[in-house]
T-cell receptor, first 117, second 116 residues
Framework: GAVVSQHPSRVICKSGTSVKIECRSLDFQATTMFWYRQFPKKSLMLMATSNEGSKATYEQGVEKDKFLINHASLTLSTLTVTSAHPEDSSFYIC?????????????FGPGTRLTVL | AQSVTQLGSHVSVSEGALVLLRCNYSSSVPPYLFWYVQYPNQGLQLLLKYTSAATLVKGINGFEAEFKKSETSFHLTKPSAHMSDAAEYFCAVSERRGNQGGKLIFGQGTELSVKP
């Protein structure tokens, strides 16, 4: 149980285009999902907390107009990188919490590798 | 504010040798602590978590970690390394209460290499 998927696993796009990444909880409903960014050989940087039915909470320094997050249902959150540039190339990972499960445990998706040419 | 420090960005051991990955945390209240493993180009998998039920926590794949409040540490160990243990390991902390929304704060990660 507690499986989180991401789609696509890998995407290459041209500079200036927008890219949407999906994060789904497959066997549970997630009121809260998290989006992380990971640079090569680096740790995970929390970008934002996504709450179903409300606006996402962005971490300091993350451009909310650049990284649009929508959590429209209890099983789906999306991250849209708008007007992508090469510096947005990174590994993006989402995670989800099971409501009511203690200890703040998060279940992680497999990640999406974004390359902007 | 919470923080996590992993000592050593890279650890190399021989197959069969003891694995010790170090993690120290800073938190104003007793935290939840986690160890995750990440294989190349994959997401994170939970190895174990500390929730205060027991200071010695056993996880998957033969790993365990001991919570030491006096040392603010949560080091990860495994008695005998396998080649398949080669991966990136992350220690993470989360506050038990407050308005953090259950956020995880990650350490910098430690890359474990296992030599034949």
């Amino acid at each position: 149980g507690a499986v989180v998927s991401q789609h696509p696993s890998r995407v290459i796009c041209k500079s200036g285009t927008s890219v949407k990444i999906e994060c789904r909880s497959l066997d549970f409903q997630a009121t809260t999902m998290f989006w992380y960014r990971q640079f090569p050989k680096k740790s995970l940087m929390l970008m934002a907390t996504s709450n179903e039915g409300s606006k996402a909470t962005y971490e300091q320094g993350v451009e909310k107009d650049k990284f649009l997050i929508n959590h429209a249902s209890l099983t789906l959150s999306t991250l849209t990188v708008t007007s992508a540039h090469p510096e947005d190339s990174s590994f993006y990972i989402c995670s989800a919490r099971i409501p009511g499960l203690p200890y703040n445990e998060q279940f992680f998706g497999p990640g999406t590798r974004l390359t902007v040419l | 504010a919470q923080s996590v420090t992993q000592l050593g960005s890279h650890v190399s051991v021989s197959e069969g040798a003891l694995v010790l990955l170090r993690c120290n945390y800073s938190s104003s209240v007793p935290p939840y602590l986690f160890w995750y493993v990440q294989y190349p180009n994959q997401g994170l998998q939970l190895l174990l978590k500390y929730t205060s039920a027991a200071t010695l926590v056993k996880g998957i794949n033969g790993f365990e970690a001991e919570f030491k409040k006096s040392e603010t540490s949560f080091h990860l160990t495994k008695p005998s390394a396998h080649m398949s243990d080669a991966a990136e390991y992350f220690c993470a902390v989360s506050e038990r209460r407050g308005n953090q929304g259950g956020k995880l704060i990650f350490g910098q990660g430690t890359e474990l290499s296992v030599k034949p």
